[in-house]
């Protein structure tokens, strides 16, 4: 999917999940609010992201941390357009964060794949945009808007029976809903939503059994970078969450996920490829100790065979 700047020639990188670098031009989003919000900085933010190996750039106008408010599909069209049409003309393949079908049909109209919707589908018109342009829609799981959510990580234990399965049956009938709308099957990805009407602990049980999704049979993108759930272990801030987010991607990598989705290309690329290549190193250990146990066993049965055979 794309072409240009982001994507990476069949490589052993090729096995790992796409990074998706976050581009939000906003000025009140949890972490980056207001360092990108103007023109010359968010493209400048889009060439930082493809020079450190960005496969996609998310690039959204609405900030969607608990208790934002609501902004206009106009001034989200004004915010976001510079980036978008400079990340288009570099060649690399865009997604829009955007519940607001205006948005969408905008984006898509220009270029961009990908619509990216934390709202579950709670407008089916943005499906139907989706649908209109064949792309591709990343459905996050979450329970109303971001203005309803009291907090980062504030959501009550008794809020889900079994956090997984109540994601996955919500998480359906959003897929349906752009089914419906004509989307194909195929081009509706699953985002569990670590974070959205969840509290810390239900965050990191979606993470922990991340592959029990595999079975929808469909992309699983995750978005751990920078959220609160990490300070549930150390209290950190979200300046001081890239040790975790790190870990939770390579955890995410080992579980399935198909594309990330982080603040931190390079330093997340870097800590995939060790591992991958760690990784490699083992596989290669493992297999030379098996075909010379498997040539030890050979030879032992073969030897009293031959004896019998010379002793006749």
């Known amino acids: 999917m794309g072409n240009g700047s982001t994507r990476r020639e069949p490589t052993v990188e090729s096995a790992l999940p796409r990074l998706m670098g976050i581009l939000n031009v906003t ?3 949890f972490f980056d609010g207001g360092r990108h919000d103007g023109s010359s900085q968010s493209c400048a933010r889009v060439d930082a992201l493809i020079a450190e190996g960005a496969d996609l750039i998310d690039i959204g106008g609405e900030s969607t941390r608990p208790g934002a408010a609501p902004v206009a599909a106009s001034v989200q069209i004004e915010r976001i357009d510079p ?4 990340a288009l003309a570099r060649g690399a393949t ?5 519940a ?4 969408a049909a905008h984006a898509l109209r220009l270029g961009a794949q990908i619509i990216n919707d934390v709202s579950c589908l709670a407008n089916p018109a943005l499906a139907e945009v989706v649908a209109a342009h064949r792309a591709t829609l990343i459905l996050m799981h979450a329970r109303g808007s971001m ?3 009291r907090g980062f990580s504030q959501y009550p234990d008794h809020g889900y029976h079994d956090v997984v399965e109540d994601v996955r049956r919500e998480w359906r009938e959003g897929r349906d809903r752009a089914l419906a709308a ?3 099957n195929e081009n509706v990805w699953f985002d569990p939503g670590l974070g959205f009407s969840k509290n810390a602990r239900q965050s990191l049980a979606l993470l922990a059994r991340l592959d029990e999704f595999l079975s929808e049979g469909v992309p699983i993108v995750l978005g751990a970078s920078r959220k609160s ?5 150390d209290g950190s801030s979200p300046g001081d969450r890239l040790g975790g987010s790190i870990a939770a991607c390579l955890l995410a990598t080992k579980l399935g996920a198909s594309v990330l989705r982080v603040h931190d290309v390079r330093t997340t690329r870097q800590a995939l490829l060790l591992d991958a ?3 490699a190193v083992r596989r290669v250990a493992s297999d030379s100790a098996s075909s010379d146990s498997a040539s030890s066993d050979s030879a032992s049965s073969a030897s009293p065979a031959r004896s019998g055979v010379t002793g006749v």
């Open 83 to 86: 980036a978008l049409r400079h």
């Open 229 to 233: 759930f990490i300070a549930e272990v």
């Open 182 to 184: 004509g989307v194909v």
């Open 147 to 149: 203005t309803e959510m």
């Open 27 to 29: 000025p009140d989003s």
């Open 277 to 279: 290549a760690a990784a």
């Open 100 to 103: 607001a079908p205006e948005v």
């Open 94 to 98: 865009v997604s829009v964060d955007t």
